[in-house]
């Protein structure tokens, strides 16, 4: 059975950063794409960036060039380094594994999900 078990958020200000771990078990990241997704009140799940089985990485307009997506595959652990975060970056964050080794930015071709952490920016 896989588990994914997410830590790392937090309240941070306007500017600040925090990093997201996502705990793997049951499927090594290694071998699967995987991604972090993000869902603020009253909004839809959003994609944030993947990555695939061998490194390659994507990541979603608005994260761009402030956020960072990386996994220790001896650790079986996935990570995401925010920086310069905004007030418009408060949501849910979600890691999840996808049924393919590269990943995509589509929530459906994620088959497994964690229960999510808290990410509140402040102003």
């Known amino acids: 059975q896989v588990h994914l078990v997410e830590s790392g958020g937090g309240l941070v200000r306007t500017g600040g950063s925090l990093r997201l771990s996502c705990a793997a078990s049951?499927?090594?990241?290694?071998?699967?794409?995987m991604g972090w997704f993000r869902q603020a009140p009253g909004k839809e799940r959003e994609f944030v960036a993947r990555?695939?089985?061998?490194?390659?990485?994507e990541y979603g307009d608005s994260v761009k060039g402030r956020f960072t997506i990386s996994k220790d595959n001896a650790k079986d652990t996935l990570y995401l380094q925010m920086n310069s975060l905004k007030p418009e970056d408060t949501a849910v964050y979600y890691c999840?594994?996808?049924?393919?080794?590269?990943?995509?930015?589509?929530?459906?071709?994620?088959?497994?999900w964690g229960q999510g952490t808290q990410v509140t920016v402040s102003s």
């Open positions: 999840a594994t996808s049924r393919y080794y590269s990943g995509t930015s589509n929530a459906r071709d994620y088959d497994y």
């Open positions: 049951g499927r090594t990241v290694a071998d699967y794409g």
């Open positions: 990555i695939s089985s061998i490194g390659g990485s």
